[in-house]
């Protein structure tokens, strides 16, 4: 718990000092946003702050901190240390800088963003990357509550559709009649739950694994036979939302276009991401002490729980809220794992329909114009649903597809704001060691991973290594060709 104790200071710390030195470099000012000089009652429309702080919390959450944080700490407390590192210098840098770019671009949106600063070609690539990225959210965002949903009562494909019919609405309607009235209530219920799980750690203080003590790989030290998952590079990938996700930069351009001020970036989208890390901190505790706890772990204190450290993420949710929370608690749990990713799953349909409308240059205020966008998405979200059905492990093959293409995807984001950063003569290094880092993550995990090429270890590290070594020189050499053009100008 002393971890964890310092963990919650450290974001806090983390805010209010390297937050306010990531604005400064990035220095917001009184210039008229896009919520008022291209406002249009639909995707364009100003919020009060609280309410987007609220929904870009829900729009970049969802489950992601709870499911990926408890899977996380399956590695041990190692997961602290990446969830506050990588919170403070990686994704509420990303978040914050994506954010803040889209609103210096009129609201543009991620693809458009890596077109301008890095080229056309890598745009059309991450046009159809990030719209199939976001068709996977919404699908797998509709198959979890709808099984979920369907072990209280009703059919499984009832839920589907009713899930759908809401998806369309939520995606057609003007982002203030659904979203900006429904979402903070959400995003209130997820917080409450994270703080009431807190208020009882605290109460109880329980033994839980330390980082100076079990800094290392526990999953691997407990069933060596079974956890053949290592902490470099798979616990980055693991643990997403909770320390840095790409599907956020997909995310924040929907309240860059929302915001009135410029200055209001930090509280909203640093902060934001800040929340997101103390709830991820807070179920990485709670599960911690589900599968090491001492004197007995958690699920042989819970009957119910019967797999033991193989208990999976939404089975962990439903029993502690039920224990520690009691009625209350299997409400929270319910909102948690049903409402969460549903919320998530329309907001991301949502972007991929404002992203293919950039693309195609067409004007969403007429109905017709979304339609002939919404309707070959959710014809390709329902074929690729079918698929999942109709195979046995078809939802975790996407998730797990879906978690190496969500961190690539900020890989691109944090090298667009790497160049955006060095172009306009800022510090570039809070963006450019991340944009490593993450290079090296993605890269690794490709060469290594059962889903992907699944090389021996030694080779993948190698590969990996090499790729960061590429991709060092490739922006030194560019670094160098922009200050000899700057030199030539001058």
Known sequence: MISFSLSLIALFLGYLFYGRFVERVFAPDNRATPALAKADGMDYVVLPSWKIFMIQFLNIAGTG?????????????????????GCIFAGAVHDYLSGMLSMRHGGAGLPELIGLYLGKTTKSVMLVFTVLLLIMV???????????LHSISGDTLMWIAIIFVYYIIATMLPIDKIIGKVYPLFAFSLLFMAGALMVWLFLHWPTIPEVWTHAYNMGAATEPDK??????????????????????????PLMARCVKSEKMGRPIFYGAMITEGVVALIWASVASWFFYGNPAPGYELIAKAT??????????????????????GAVLAMLGVVAAPITSGDTAFRSARLIVAEGLKLNQRPIMNRMYICIPLFACSIAMLIWQVEN??????????????NQAMSVFTLWTVTVYLVRQKKNYWIALIPALFMTAVCSTFFFVSKQTLHLSGNVGYILGGVCLVVAMVWFCIWYQKQLKGEKVKE
């Open 138 to 148: 919404g699908t797998v965002f509709v198959y979890s509550p709808a099984e979920i």
């Open 307 to 328: 797999a033991g450290f193989h208990t999976s993420a939404p089975a962990v949710v439903n029993l502690v809220c039920n224990e520690w929370l009691g009625v209350a």
């Open 65 to 85: 901190p709870i499911f990926g944080a408890i899977m996380g700490a399956k590695f041990g407390p190692v997961a602290y240390l990446w969830i506050v590192f």
């Open 392 to 405: 046995p492990d078809g939802f975790n093959t996407i998730w797990q597809y879906f978690g190496f293409s």
């Open 227 to 252: 956890w053949t998952d290592t902490i470099f590079p798979a616990l980055f990938i693991t643990v997403a939302c909770g320390a840095i996700s790409g599907f956020h930069g997909t995310q924040s």
